[in-house]
């Protein structure tokens, strides 16, 4: 019997030539999986079976990983107000994370002998799906055809030409990779230091002008509601939110990163939702935790999305991290006003139950109800007395 191998498709070309080089070169039986997360339709899934099936796969299937992304991945991106180098969402990275969970899952369940993908060996995908794949399949062989023949875009192309595959083989300006939390675009412009993407080169055109303002409700850190509209997954209420802000073209920019295997990047991205998500979440949390709560969660929010970013999803210490920003959303709970404009938006200001900005207590710059000048005065001498102390004796020597 033929062994078995599952292959992540995505019905490109890199994943296309992989089908036809196991199957006739190496004499597998292939089985290829396509896991959304929130980037394809129902069309654009049904147009990646049929190609899997004209490449003479054994099995094709398309599994929906969008629910499960968000309660397993970003809605600890949202606790932690994870923005990579204060900019990106993590667009890309992070529905990595699912989908090779999503591969090896599949591979077990058909009992297969081996999985692939078509990474090549200049990025960061290659290494996410080969941990996720060494620590939940360790008995299976990673096949990786791109990167173990080092095949340029021209070979493949040939291959497959020989092979009497019908496709389109015309190499699209821009890449695009598209999720629901955010698509990444990366082009000629980004493959240098200097340079910023053309609007044509974004998915989402800009076809609204004016302004409009939105109410987003959370609760407990998640986004419930928008304009009063409650919606019965968060997922929903994202894909609600995009349609609304990214007509505004809002969301866009360059990420200037450092890759798992150590050289820079820069990839183009827009993320209307995602970004509007995280800051509007931001200003309610500064409203209603404390200052030690916000503190300790910007330093471990930063380390959850660079581990995340770095493929260790399985780390133990990820679920660590992610008890403690579920603990920490107890109170973010409330609605945040955000105004809308094209290319930008502008977090108006909070209503919450929980907001420690009380006018019972007092007003800032203004008065205080919580304790007297006197209390004050020595507060301050207790407050500096060590520093003190060192300065009086620094004098003396």
Not at 178 to 186: E, F, P, R
Not at 247 to 260: F, N, Q, S
Not at 303 to 329: C, K
Not at 368 to 380: A, E, K, Y
Request: proline content about 3%.
């Amino acid at each position: 019997m033929k062994k078995k191998v599952v292959l992540a498709f995505s019905g490109g070309l890199d994943t296309s030539y992989c089908v036809k080089y196991l199957s006739e070169e190496k004499g597998y039986e292939v089985h290829t999986i396509t896991v959304n997360t929130g980037g394809f339709d129902a069309a654009e899934l049904e147009e990646i079976s049929n190609r899997a099936k004209s490449l003479g796969v054994a099995s094709h299937v398309n599994v929906d990983e969008t629910r499960n992304y968000y309660d397993s991945v970003i809605r600890y991106l949202i606790y932690g107000n994870v923005l990579k180098n204060q900019t990106y969402p993590l667009s890309v990275s992070a529905e990595r994370m699912s989908q090779a969970l999503a591969v090896a899952r599949h591979a077990k369940a058909i009992g297969a002998d081996a999985v692939a993908h078509g990474s090549t060996g200049a990025g960061n995908d290659q290494v996410r799906f080969d941990m996720i794949f060494h620590i939940l399949v360790p008995n299976l062989e990673i096949i990786t055809p791109i990167r173990d023949m080092r095949l340029s875009r021209e070979e493949e192309i040939q291959y497959l030409q020989s092979k009497g595959v019908a496709m389109n083989f015309e190499k699209a300006m821009y890449s695009i990779n598209k999720g629901i939390w955010g698509t990444s675009v990366g082009g000629k412009e980004t493959l240098n230091s200097l340079g910023m993407l053309p609007e044509s080169a974004f998915p989402t055109q800009l076809t609204r002008d004016g302004s409009e303002e939105v109410v987003l409700g959370f609760e407990k850190g998640e986004l419930r509601t928008i304009n009063g509209q409650e919606f019965e997954h968060p997922v929903e209420a994202i894909q609600h939110l995009q349609k609304i802000a990214g007509p505004y073209a809002i969301g866009r920019d360059i990420h200037v990163g450092d890759t798992i295997i150590g050289i820079k990047g820069r990839v183009g991205f827009e993320a209307a939702a995602p970004i509007i998500i995280i800051k509007a979440h931001h200003a309610l949390e500064k409203h209603v935790l404390t200052k030690w709560q916000l503190s300790w969660k910007d330093q471990l929010g930063q380390f959850y999305g660079n581990w995340l970013h770095e493929g260790q999803y399985l780390d133990p210490v990820m679920r660590d991290i992610e008890a403690f920003l579920t603990n920490s959303q107890a109170h973010v709970t409330g609605n945040v006003h955000v105004q809308l404009y094209p290319y930008r938006f502008q977090v108006i200001g909070v209503v919450s139950d929980y907001d420690l900005m009380s006018s019972k207590f007092g007003k800032y710059g203004e008065m205080n109800l919580g304790w007297t000048g006197d209390d004050v005065r020595g507060f301050s001498k207790i407050f500096g007395n060590q520093t003190m102390i060192y300065h009086q004796i620094a004098r003396t020597q």
